[in-house]
């Protein structure tokens, strides 16, 4: 399984980003997907999560009502729409897979992560 996010870059507080996500190597379709993120020096945290058919969504608190999980199970991606960011926002994200949604970490496959840094 390979995945691999994309879209991170530099935003003044405020701002927007859109972050993408490709999976390959399993049926995208069948799973579940998920996005974490690790600001420096602290752990890595969930940030939300989607199920295999987009029906059912999760997110951490800390980004409810800013952020948007959503997927194209044609283009076999997953994106996270990132609104009101926030200095606290800067971290490195990641997107992962698993057989089911869950809350939290406990995701199959994680793969390369994109920095996000918002400036205030």
């Known amino acids: 399984v390979q995945l691999q996010a994309s879209g991170g870059g530099l935003v003044q507080a405020g701002g927007s980003l859109r972050l993408s996500c490709t999976a390959s190597?399993?049926?995208?379709?069948?799973?579940?997907m998920g996005w974490a993120r690790q600001a420096p020096g602290k752990e890595r945290e969930f940030v939300a999560g989607i199920s295999w058919n987009g029906r059912s969504t999760y997110y951490a608190d800390s980004v409810t009502g800013r952020f948007t999980i959503s997927r194209d199970n044609a283009k076999n991606m997953v994106y996270l729409q990132m609104n009101s960011l926030k200095p606290d926002d800067t971290a490195v994200y990641y997107c992962?897979?698993?057989?089911?949604?869950?809350?939290?970490?406990?995701?199959?496959?994680w793969g390369q992560g994109t920095l996000v840094t918002v400036s205030s």
């Open positions: 190597g399993r049926t995208f379709s069948s799973f579940a």
């Open positions: 992962g897979t698993g057989k089911r949604l869950v809350r939290g970490l406990d995701y199959d496959y």
